[in-house]
């Protein structure tokens, strides 16, 4: 079945670490994006890419990177700059920019600074 | 003046009632439009999307109402496996960010 992956469900990062949350797709999307989400909070853009070698920064890029190698796959990077990681996290991938059908999201990533 | 605006709730409703909310949009370019559920601690998943002639799934039903920009969610019979938040969303065209997503309204159906 077609779907987008997000890996590892729960990570725990000490201060002053890099992580890298892992994101797949096989629905062979040209656009991926990635989310955080605060508890009780809405949805905020970090990064999003609509083909492979462009990505653009969104909202809240401050202290995060990506890259766009292959179209299945966009990692995201929270590096020692982020100074408030702890979050969920999810990406996304849509056909159409979601303007027909939508985004499908992964299972998110749970990051806990420790 | 916010892009969505959503009661953030949350809506306690008994079980097998009929509730509804809406949301508004600030953007008189949005072009389509949709409800996401989000269960606690678990990802956004589209529930539908809402056409202007107004829609309906099951005990679902969607309606658009362009000319005071909103769109609303109404569920009959409620069960309690609809507790969940429910996040309104929609698409501008223009920029290349795609979709814009409400806070969402949390919902509470009580036994």
């Known amino acids: 079945d077609g779907g987008i992956t997000q890996s590892p469900k729960y990570l725990f990062r000490k201060e002053g670490q890099n992580v890298t949350l892992s994101c797949e797709q096989n629905?062979?999307?040209?656009?991926m994006y990635w989310y955080r989400q605060d508890p009780g909070q809405g949805l905020r853009l970090i990064y999003y890419?609509?083909?492979?070698?462009?990505?653009q920064k969104g909202d809240i890029a401050e202290g995060y990177s990506v890259s766009r190698e292959k179209k299945e796959s966009f990692p995201l990077t929270v590096t020692s700059a982020q100074k408030n990681p702890t979050a969920f996290y999810l990406c996304?991938?849509?056909?159409?920019?979601?303007?027909?059908?939508?985004?499908?999201f992964g299972s998110g990533t749970r990051l806990t600074v420790v | 003046r916010k892009e969505v605006e959503q009661d953030p709730g949350p809506f306690n409703v008994p079980e097998g009632a009929t509730v509804a909310f809406n949301c508004t949009y600030s953007?008189?370019?949005?072009?389509?439009f949709f409800w996401y559920r989000q269960d606690c601690r678990k990802e956004p998943k589209l529930l539908m999307s809402?056409?202007?002639s107004g829609n309906e799934d099951g005990r679902f039903t969607a309606q658009l109402n362009r000319a005071s920009q909103y769109i609303s969610l109404l569920i009959r019979d409620s069960k309690l496996s609809d507790s969940a938040t429910y996040l309104c969303?929609?698409?501008?065209?223009?920029?290349?960010?795609?979709?814009?997503f409400g806070k969402g309204t949390h919902l509470i159906i009580q036994p």
């Open positions: 996304a991938s849509s056909i159409d920019l979601g303007r027909n059908y939508g985004y499908t």
């Open positions: 629905l062979n999307h040209d656009a």
């Open positions: 890419s609509q083909i492979v070698n462009d990505f």
């Open positions: 953007n008189s370019a949005s072009q389509s």
């Open positions: 809402v056409y202007s």
């Open positions: 969303v929609f698409y501008s065209g223009g920029g290349a960010d795609g979709l814009t």
